[in-house]
């Protein structure tokens, strides 16, 4: 389901402690009609188990919206970080969603659970920003957080909505996100073509992607232009 991105050099420079990267069982729902135009996005009310929860076993999450959202949206928003890459089945009843993984999560770590911006409601309103779900299948939860803000290169302008990538350590080169050709490192590509980071997010309205419940190590982030959103 993740598209193909292609690679953008992106120098840091550090400022105002961010890191600037320049440049179913039912019918489907509806958007019901009459009355003020909706505007608003969806809201995540409720999510089970809760957020910042800690020796977490199960594989099973339930996760609850306060009106009727885009159900294949909700899907290729979905995302859980450190990469992992098992399937998972999403059934619905109304505005409840409920994944159960064919895999168990990952032992004694902190995991996040990321709603991106692609999800929408029924009418097409989309998250202004990411929704970021962290728990652990550990004793506890790590505190790391690292911003990164985009801007264009030439304008200044900040660039929202865009995807961010984050790699342990060095990610797709020994000494840099961009290997010396250009060309991204082959063990992080996979059989799509498709670069394979450890955590991914957009950028809000003010072209900040944040990072949240990071272990404490070295990471390196990577800018992407995803040409297929």
């Known amino acids: ?136 299948t550990g004793p506890e939860i790590d505190q790391g957080v690292l911003a990164v803000q985009v801007r264009d290169a030439i304008t200044g302008d900040v660039r929202t909505d865009e995807s961010v990538f984050l790699f342990l350590g060095n990610g797709p080169l020994d000494n840099g996100p961009l290997c010396p050709n250009g060309e991204v490192d082959s063990s992080l590509v996979n059989d799509l073509g498709q670069i394979v980071p450890d955590y991914t997010i957009q950028t809000d309205s003010a072209g900040v992607a944040t990072f949240q419940a990071l272990g404490q190590q070295a990471f390196t982030p990577l800018w992407v232009n995803d040409l297929n959103r």
């Open 1 to 136: 389901m993740k598209p193909n991105y292609p690679a953008k050099r992106a120098p840091l420079s550090a400022t105002t402690g961010l890191i600037a990267l320049m440049l179913t069982s039912c019918a489907i729902p509806s958007a019901p009609t009459g009355g003020p135009r909706d505007i608003q996005p969806p809201q995540l009310v409720e999510v089970s188990p809760k957020p910042g929860s800690v020796n977490v076993k199960s594989q099973t999450f339930e996760f609850t919206f306060n009106e009727y959202v885009d159900r294949g949206s909700f899907e290729q928003a979905l995302s859980i970080e450190p990469r992992f890459d098992a399937s998972f089945t999403a059934d619905w009843k109304r505005q409840r969603v409920t994944v159960r993984f064919e895999e168990s999560l990952p032992e004694n770590r902190t995991m996040i659970f990321t709603i991106g911006t692609d999800l929408r409601d029924t009418r097409g309103n989309k998250l202004k920003a990411p929704i970021q779900i962290p728990i652990s």
